[in-house]
Nanobody, 121 residues
């Protein structure tokens, strides 16, 4: 059974940090690119960050560049999203997703259940 399990969300104040984790099982993790996505109330799900299968290439949405860092450890089947200098507009449910080709909100193959991040002002 394929599983992606996110954790690490919570309620923080603006300017604080959180570290999200995504633990994968049931598929060959090192063959997949992993993305973090988020969905705020009343808004469409959007891409936040993506990391290549070989841990080398990363990319970020403009809204989080310089504040968020994605990383992965293929030996642990885990991806992290370090979120610093959080803003109220970062409030959303955060999802990790896996795909063989690319991080795409429309076509990623496997999805986690999400973890809530709430940033108060």
């Amino acid at each position: 059974e394929v599983q992606l399990v996110e954790s690490g969300g919570g309620l923080v104040q603006a300017g604080e940090s959180l570290r999200l984790s995504c633990v994968a099982s049931g598929f060959t993790f090192e063959d997949y690119v992993i993305g973090w996505f988020r969905q705020a109330p009343g808004k469409e799900r959007e891409g936040v960050s993506c990391i290549s299968s070989n841990e080398i290439s990363t990319r970020y949405a403009n809204a989080v560049k310089g504040r968020f860092t994605i990383s992965r450890d293929n030996a642990k089947n885990t991806v992290w999203l370090q979120m610093n200098s959080l803003k109220p507009e970062d409030t959303a449910v955060y999802y990790c997703a896996a795909d063989r080709r690319d991080c795409d909100v429309r076509s990623s193959e496997y999805w986690g259940q999400g973890t809530q991040v709430t940033v108060s002002s």
